[in-house]
């Protein structure tokens, strides 16, 4: 996949298989574009189909992770780096256009990276509300800095939580909770997302970048093919009955079963050594 600096931030590929995407924008407090999204949507989508790519982690710059959508720069200000995709209207300029926008544009990014089998970290570094909010609900784990604050507040300007963010919080911590948590419209601290289930670990934001990291590879080393499968049917499974979920995963055992990944894991646990998985992606 190609990396660089795009418009909005920055991606590199990182030891074993880390696609770390950087938002570079401080002095905007990091805020989302229909550029930015678009970027982000076809980077992800690169990331996806690359076998070179395992694991992808999203951070941003400064003190915030995404402060949310900036309006100005809708307007078309320029935010430097290389665009991946040619730029298209950003809509919103009636109820169609808006409609379109959300389903085609800002949804989109969300369902992309929610949707990818590899496994998404988010380190919220400082800041996240509203769009950045929900994009760090749509990863797979969340990492905060001690520092940061997050929610969704968009009734303080009477608009909606529209990119998912009303799904994402209720599959996180139940309809009575996020009732509470959009009607009051609550920013919070990094602990009290903790406490919630919106994040899933809080440390000192010194540590943020490595604690992310360590886990990236982590995830990065242990078996993709299963990994991924298992991913998908979690997922699944929250939207499923019970005798459809075991179809579900019975199927996806047929895969997992017979794949190199499951030879090695069973040899090595005979030979009381660590598993060394994943040499199919080496060859």
């Known amino acids: 996949m190609k990396t660089g600096t795009f418009t909005g931030f920055e991606l590199d590929i990182r030891d074993p298989g880390i696609a770390w995407f950087q938002f570079n924008s401080p002095q905007r407090l990091n805020g989302m574009t229909t550029a930015i999204k678009r970027d982000l949507i076809e980077a992800v989508t690169q990331a996806q189909m690359d076998n070179n ?5 999203f951070t941003g710059t400064g003190r ?6 900036d309006l ?8 430097g780096g290389d ?3 040619e730029p298209i209207p950003p809509g919103h300029d009636n109820a169609l256009g808006t409609y379109n926008g959300l389903r085609t544009i800002s949804q989109k990014l969300n369902t992309t990276v929610r949707g990818i089998d590899k496994l998404t970290i988010c380190a919220l570094n400082g800041v996240a509300i509203q769009t950045g909010f929900s994009l760090a609900l749509s990863c797979d784990f969340r990492l905060a800095a001690d520092t940061a604050r997050m929610g969704s507040a968009t009734l303080r300007f009477g608009l909606l939580p529209d990119e998912g963010g009303q799904y994402l919080l209720v599959q996180a911590m139940g309809v009575a909770r996020t009732l509470d948590f959009l009607m009051r419209k609550k920013i919070i601290s990094a602990e009290q997302a903790l406490d919630l289930g919106l994040v899933h670990e809080v440390v ?7 604690a992310a990291m360590a886990l990236a590879t982590e995830l990065a080393n242990g078996p993709q093919v299963s990994m991924r499968l298992l991913k998908r049917s979690v997922y699944n499974a929250a ?3 019970w005798e459809q979920s075991l179809d579900e995963i019975a ?3 047929a895969v997992s079963d017979h794949h190199p990944d499951a030879r090695e894991g069973v040899t090595a646990f005979h030979e009381k050594r660590p598993a060394n998985f994943n040499n199919w992606l080496k060859s």
Do not use: I, N, W
């Open 53 to 57: 790519v395992r694991v992808l982690v």
């Open 251 to 253: 199927a996806k055992t």
């Open 64 to 69: 915030a992770f995404c402060a949310g959508d």
């Open 204 to 210: 000192p934001a010194a540590e943020l970048q490595q």
């Open 239 to 241: 939207e499923l009955s």
């Open 72 to 79: 100005k720069a809708y307007q078309g200000a320029e935010l």
């Open 83 to 85: 665009p991946l995709v």
